[in-house]
C-alpha cells in the first residue's frame, strides 16, 4: 500500500505544478467559463489577480510538500488536506458559475486522491 499512497503523491503533485508551472497560461478544456489562461479563469470565478497569485503559490507549496512527504511522513497528511482544502474550493467556483460538472472532474479526482494519501 505504501507504493500506492507515494505514486498518488506523485501523481498529484506533478499534475498540480503542471497546472500552474507549465499550463498556466494555455487553454485547455477544464478551464472555468470560457478562460484560456488561469489568471482569465479566476477573474471568470470573481477573483482577483492577486488571490490566483496567492492560491497559486499555496497550490505549488503544498504540492511540492506532498512529493517531500514521500522521505519525511510527517508532511503528508498537512499536504493532501491542504490540496483537499483547495481543491473542494475550485470545484466550488466551477458550481459557482455553473459550470458543467465535467469540468470539475479533475480537481474532484484530485480531491479524492488526496483524500486518499491523508488517510489511508
Known amino acids: 500500500m505504501d507504493y500506492v499512497i507515494s505514486a498518488l503523491q506523485v501523481i498529484v503533485s506533478i499534475s498540480i505544478l503542471n497546472v500552474w508551472l507549465v499550463q498556466n497560461k494555455k487553454p485547455t478544456r477544464w478551464r472555468g467559463g470560457n478562460a484560456t489562461t488561469i489568471i482569465e479563469e479566476f477573474h471568470v470565478y470573481g477573483l482577483s489577480t492577486g488571490i490566483c497569485y496567492l492560491i497559486g503559490f499555496l497550490k505549488v507549496t503544498l504540492a511540492i510538500l506532498l512529493v517531500l512527504s514521500i522521505w519525511h511522513p ?3 497528511q498537512p499536504a493532501a488536506l491542504g490540496l483537499a482544502a483547495l481543491l473542494t ?5 466551477h458550481i459557482k458559475i455553473k ?3 465535467i469540468k470539475s472532474l479533475p480537481a474532484a479526482l484530485f480531491l479524492v486522491m488526496c483524500l486518499f494519501i491523508a488517510f489511508v
Open 99 to 101: 459550470d458543467p460538472l
Open 89 to 93: 474550493g475550485s470545484i466550488l467556483m
Open 74 to 76: 510527517f508532511l503528508k
